[in-house]
T-cell receptor, first 111, second 115 residues
Framework: GQSLEQPSEVTAVEGAIVQINCTYQ??????LSWYQQHDGGAPTFLSY????GLEETGRFSSFLSRSDSYGYLLLQELQMKDSASYFC????????????FGKGTSLLVTP | NAGVTQTPKFQVLKTGQSMTLQCAQD?????MSWYRQDPGMGLRLIHY???????DQGEVPNGYNVSRSTTEDFPLRLLSAAPSQTSVYFC??????????????FGEGSRLTVL
């Protein structure tokens, strides 16, 4: 089977840094993706890691350790608009196609 | 740029009724998929397709049918709606092949209520 675990809720202060962790179990690994979803909206793609290490895109960075089946999303200089749900996702290890999501982390940024 | 278009955006059904959620994409994506989203459950995959004529089941396929007669369209059919199918449904598509990043493009969602 396949599973992804991430915290259900995280709260942080505007301007701070927050890290959202994701651990996964999958029979075959094709990379870890992150998505953002604001209330009432559709998920949007943030980042993708296929190899170990840190990928940086502006205020957002994503890290992967394949040996630990672990990754995280790092959000810096938090803004109120970053309040949203964040999902990690991996492709199904069998088919290599279907993208399966974690249950999501609700991030609340407070003043 | 249309991207992924879902219709209808809102629908109310009675138990036992049937309906089809439409999904179309204009990006020539090989991969298309349907998810349902319920509070606290994240996005759960219902069915997916890697090309015309090819479909496969995801995590929660029961009660839903799909077909893929063209690259552009991937409709989701509820044959006999049940209250447990009350949810928000998202259609999503992506390319496949070398260098694929797993980036899915989502439609705006269809909010379905079954009474």
């Amino acid at each position: 089977g396949q599973s992804l675990e991430q915290p259900s809720e995280v709260t942080a202060v505007e301007g701070a840094i927050v890290q959202i962790n994701c651990t996964y179990q999958t029979s075959g690994f094709y990379g870890l993706s992150w998505y953002q979803q604001h209330d009432g909206g559709a998920p949007t793609f943030l980042s993708y890691n296929a190899l170990d290490g840190l990928e940086e895109t502006g205020r957002f960075s994503s890290f992967l350790s394949r040996s630990d089946s672990y990754g995280y999303l790092l959000l810096q200089e938090l803004q109120m608009k970053d309040s949203a749900s964040y999902f990690c996702a991996v492709r199904d290890g069998g088919s290599g196609y279907a993208l399966n999501f974690g249950k999501g982390t609700s991030l609340l940024v407070t003043p | 740029n249309a991207g992924v278009t879902q219709t209808p955006k809102f629908q109310v059904l009675k138990t036992g009724q049937s309906m089809t959620l439409q999904c179309a994409q204009d990006m020539n994506h090989e991969y298309m998929s349907w998810y349902r989203q319920d509070p606290g459950m994240g996005l759960r995959l219902i069915h997916y397709s890697v090309g015309a004529g090819i479909t496969d089941q995801g995590e929660v396929p029961n009660g839903y049918n799909v077909s893929r007669s063209t690259t552009e369209d991937f409709p989701l059919r509820l044959l006999s709606a049940a209250p447990s199918q009350t949810s928000v449904y998202f259609c999503a598509s992506s390319t496949l092949g070398t260098g694929n990043t797993g980036e899915l493009f989502f439609g705006e969602g269809s909010r379905l209520t079954v009474l």
